[in-house]
């Protein structure tokens, strides 16, 4: 009888280990479950801040594009000015080019102004 009782006792004792070890399983890979959706909710976060800061740098690009633009536009029109009076007030063709960076054909235009 107590051969029979220490034996109970050892299967007893493997039964709860092995519930304890099969327990033990389901909680880590419940774990890893929930690990694995926080992951990507993070990453699906990640990404849409990702695309917010993209649409922000092309928001930024193209306003950057328009800004240069006018610039160019004022600067191109405050140069013809400059190269207008220079021909009028006599200023050779070189040395319009040289201080207003204007190519020979528009220099042609200016001189035509610097008669009217």
Avoid: P
């Avoid at 034996?7 to 890893?32: D, E, H, I």
């Avoid at 917010?52 to 800004?67: L, N, R, V």
């Avoid at 040289?98 to 610097?114: C, H, N, P």
């Amino acid at each position: 009888m107590t051969s029979e009782l220490i034996l109970f006792a050892s299967a007893a004792a493997v039964s709860t280990l092995l519930a304890g070890g099969v327990y033990v399983a389901l909680r880590r890979k419940r774990a890893q479950k929930k690990a694995t959706h926080s992951e990507k909710a993070v990453l699906a976060k990640v990404a849409e801040e990702q695309s917010k800061i993209g649409a922000t740098i092309e928001a930024m690009a193209t306003e950057i594009k328009d800004m240069r633009s006018d610039i160019q536009w004022l600067t191109s029109e405050r140069m013809i000015d400059q190269a207008i009076n220079m021909a009028r007030e006599g200023e050779s063709g070189s040395e319009i080019a040289r201080q207003t960076g204007i190519s020979a054909d528009e220099l042609v235009a200016m001189q035509a102004f610097r008669r009217h």
